[in-house]
């Protein structure tokens, strides 16, 4: 039995969503453009919000796996948008397209045999391709819970689809 091999496929697995996680498709899908900027009382995130967070933090964390120069957002302001809303519409499609597009760059590092997943990152302090793989997944998984409560607050979100 391969456990290399399997522990990769768990990992895309993990990271693109399904089994017991919400998957970054549904989360988002069929959110009209006019809640994308909306905030439930009581709540201090909108969907756009919590997009726009989810793509720099990924972006941070991938970049920061494959470029040992690159420079981190300063935390916590730089990884948070400046409105509530996208500034343009199209800003929410652009977001969600480099969302997909890193997700899909972690996935094929972490799929790649040639990727040492245990081995520690030369720039870092520890960390290693595996760790920063589990840390998307798990930073993605705890905002697209997020997301699903404000589309709910905002009823915007059918359990049954």
Known sequence: MNHDHQLREHLAELLGGGHAHLDFEKAIGGLSPELRG?????????????????????????????DPHHVSPEFPDGYWPDGDAPPAPEDWDRSVAAFRADLKQMIDLVSNPATDLYRRLPHGQGQTVLREALLVADH????????????????AWDDKG
């Open 38 to 66: 909306a905030k439930p009382p009581g709540l201090p995130h909108t969907p756009w919000r919590l997009l726009e967070h989810m793509r720099i933090a990924q972006w941070d964390i991938l970049r920061f796996t494959v």
């Open 140 to 155: 993605n998984a705890y905002h697209l819970g997020q997301l699903v409560t404000v589309r709910r607050l905002l009823g």
